[in-house]
């Protein structure tokens, strides 16, 4: 056999032998092997639920391999955000991250048990959703402009409910005083049902909803819309007016994703990015998400990393004026 022969066949083969081994040291080839968990840091029934089990369903059948909700409630997200900020970095825990965790907390909170940018791996945002703006059926306002007036008119008599001091409801609120220069208090609840509740019952006025739990409500008749918080009409409800068109440049949106705990191999990241893309342009899962309010938004990992950073210094005026600090 000629030399040149010989060598050809022991290159085939050392190929052979390298082949595996080069998939063998690439943690993304086999990726997920087993479960997947997504810690969720709020109770089970809200918005993050529903976009979170469409999500993990959706994934699960893509991979063929369980990706389960595993719920971590408590201090404004900040418990179950911090866990995920813990946990070992194989892409075997995923987290739930929003707004809240990832771009108002940062400001709110003196100290956070977690860096929101050097503790993750961002992977991609899942939806977006306006607050929407209800009032008690019994109150007498069915436009921005007649809120104004009755506000201004009484000064600190009425009252809005939100899910929490913090929250992008309790902001919201808070950013619509400063922008129209009116006065009233605000009631936080633990969680947006129970304030919801509370409005449709007329313990408290109005609130700040989120859009996914608040927007069947309003149709329904339990309450009355009358605006909705992101700059052009939203998709779902183009019938409702903006609260911008009548306060030029009033914008307050609430946002979720996921993102891996920091040095989870990018290959992974990348993976799940790419499988991420194609659900959340699938059209039964756009659909789901649209009837919940939410708008399907998928980024890559440097786009959500940038919008985080830029939603991160949009709300952090907004907190200062309001005087909100959690220490």
């Known amino acids: 056999m000629r030399i040149g022969n010989v060598l050809g066949l022991a290159l085939f083969a050392a190929g052979l032998v390298s082949a595996p081994l080069a998939h063998a ?5 086999a990726w997920p092997a087993k479960t997947v968990r997504l810690i969720l840091p709020f109770s089970p029934g809200g918005g993050t639920d529903f976009q979170g089990r469409i999500l993990c369903d959706a994934l699960s059948r893509m991979f063929g391999q369980s990706f389960v909700i595993d719920y971590k409630p408590g201090a404004g997200s900040n418990i179950g955000v911090a866990e995920l900020a813990r946990s070992a970095p194989d892409g075997y825990t995923l ?3 929003t707004v809240a965790s990832h771009a108002i907390n940062p400001t709110l909170y003196a100290k956070l048990p977690f860096d929101h940018i050097k503790d993750f791996a961002p992977v991609s ?3 977006t959703f306006p607050n929407l703006l209800v009032v008690n059926n019994a109150l007498p306002v069915k436009t921005v402009p007649d809120l104004i007036a009755m506000l201004k008119k009484d000064p ?4 809005f409910a939100s899910s929490g001091q913090g929250t992008s409801l309790h902001l919201s609120g808070e950013m619509f005083k ?7 208090i605000h009631i936080p609840y633990k969680g947006g049902g129970p304030a919801l509740t509370d409005v449709m019952g007329g313990v408290v006025h109005m609130t700040f909803g989120n859009m996914p739990t608040v927007l069947a409500q309003s149709k329904g008749g339990k309450v009355r819309a009358v605006a909705v918080t992101s700059l052009e009409r939203w998709f779902t409800a183009p ?15 609430s946002w979720h994703g996921v993102a891996f705990p920091a040095g989870t191999p990018p290959g992974i990241v990348d993976k799940l990015n790419a499988a991420m893309q194609r659900v959340l342009t699938a059209p039964d899962v756009v659909e789901k998400l649209a009837s919940g309010g939410a708008k399907a938004s998928p980024m890559t990992p440097p786009q959500f990393a940038a919008y985080i950073r830029e939603d991160t210094e949009r709300w952090a005026p907004v907190i200062r004026a309001s005087g909100a600090r959690i220490e």
């Open 95 to 97: 987290g739930w991250i």
């Open 125 to 127: 945002m899942v939806g």
């Open 239 to 253: 019938e409702i007016p903006t609260v911008a068109e009548t306060v030029p440049g009033f914008v307050a949106m």
């Open 25 to 29: 040291q690439d943690p993304a080839a």
């Open 178 to 184: 400063v922008m129209t220069g009116t006065n009233m």
């Open 156 to 159: 600190g008599k009425y009252a």
